[in-house]
């Protein structure tokens, strides 16, 4: 490996020197940036398995735990009453979840965040040498 530092060398010599090393750091730094964004990806898409796997569980139970308050409460008022309250809390609380979700998206982002960061160290570095 050469010398960072030679006596001998020529400015020219220097750039190129220069050059060749910031091209293999933003070889790096792309490389970087496909791992982190998969390794992004794979955890967000984990988190979208679990979220369906539950949701699927979840439903039957739901449905009868529906038709449940439904008849006890038709015990009390006529059934379509009873069949309208229920639905319309349910629909109240399919809206509370779909909020609480996307908000829990929006908050898990995809962009190699570290990576660009990096990239912008590396452009200031650049830039210094380069006076």
């Known amino acids: 490996m050469r010398a960072y530092l030679d006596e001998d060398a020529s400015i020219g010599d220097l750039i190129s020197r220069l050059s060749e090393q910031a091209g293999g750091l933003i070889r790096d730094e792309v490389q970087l940036a496909k791992t982190e964004m998969s390794q992004n990806a794979k955890r967000a898409g984990k988190g979208i398995g679990l979220l369906a796997a539950g949701a699927a569980l979840g439903y039957a139970g739901l449905l009868a735990a529906i038709a449940t308050c439904i008849i006890l409460l038709a015990l009390v008022v006529k059934l379509w009453i009873a069949a309208l309250v229920i ?42 040498q380069m006076k």
């Open 87 to 128: 639905t319309g809390i349910v629909i109240a609380a399919a809206l509370l979840l779909v909020m609480l979700g996307r908000n829990a998206m929006r908050r898990q982002s995809l962009a190699p965040t570290h990576t660009l960061e990096t990239i912008r160290e590396d452009v200031e570095w650049a830039r210094a």
